[in-house]
């Protein structure tokens, strides 16, 4: 089983609509999750950070379930610009390394 | 503006030669620095972690022969891969993590190694 696991896609969906992406992870002594953003050939840039209370940053909700080891991202009213790899990453205490899933592919089309 | 900057963006070399690639923390110290490798269209896989003042600890399959890495500051970290090859080709990126930003992951802007 992979260390975190995300569902590829791509997905493809009209400006405007809503998008969920689901990640799993493995480790359970996991303490830090984070959604970042890759646009093609660029570096990962941090979208969100994931808290166990869940948290909203304008557009995106990100949520984290410790139980089931499970972190989502929803986006709402999506637009064009929001087309872009979304990586979910998983990482340990301290300066542990961080864990990368292997990317969802969102494309917003008019 | 850039927290960790990664130089250079792009390079080619022929098949061989030795190439080093730099990563510094611009307004951070980082007694850690990771290094990731991404083919095209996959995720990044950790190469190797880099420790300040000590040896690097590299992944499972990864040659530490190949991918020297040396942390001699907390500012700065390098990879050079040696003796490059055609397969060596891909996509480096280094990040440090604040432990006053949340332990954020800062990226550089990753380097675009061509070796022909």
């Known amino acids: 089983r992979k260390e975190v696991e995300q569902d590829p896609g791509p997905f493809n969906v009209p400006e405007g609509a809503t998008v969920a992406f689901n990640c799993t992870y493995s480790?359970?002594?996991?303490?830090?999750f984070f959604w970042y953003r890759q646009d093609c050939r660029k570096e990962p840039k941090l979208l969100m950070s994931?808290?166990?209370s869940g948290n909203e940053d304008g557009r995106f909700t990100a949520q984290l379930n410790r139980a089931s080891q499970y972190i989502s991202l929803l986006i709402r009213d999506s637009k064009l610009s929001d087309s872009a790899t979304y990586l979910c990453?998983?990482?340990?205490?301290?300066?542990?390394?961080?864990?990368f899933g292997q990317g969802t592919i969102l494309t917003v089309h008019p | 503006g850039a927290v960790v900057s990664q130089h250079p963006s792009r390079v080619i070399c022929k098949s061989g030669t030795s190439v080093k690639i730099e990563c510094r923390s611009l307004?951070?110290?980082?007694?850690?620095m990771f290094w990731y490798r991404q083919f095209p269209k996959k995720s990044l896989m950790l190469m190797a972690t880099?420790?300040?003042?000590?040896?690097?600890?590299?992944e499972q399959g990864v040659e530490k022969d190949k991918f020297l890495i040396n942390h001699a500051s907390l500012t700065l970290s390098t990879l050079t891969v040696t003796s490059a090859h055609p397969e060596d080709s891909s996509f480096y990126i280094c990040?440090?993590?604040?432990?006053?930003?949340?332990?954020?992951?800062?990226f550089g802007q990753g380097t675009r190694l061509t070796v022909v």
């Open positions: 994931v808290y166990s």
């Open positions: 307004d951070f110290q980082a007694t850690t």
């Open positions: 990040s440090a993590r604040d432990r006053d930003r949340e332990l954020r992951a800062f």
């Open positions: 880099s420790n300040e003042g000590s040896k690097a600890t590299y």
């Open positions: 480790n359970s002594a996991s303490q830090s």
């Open positions: 990453v998983v990482g340990g205490t301290s300066y542990g390394k961080l864990t």
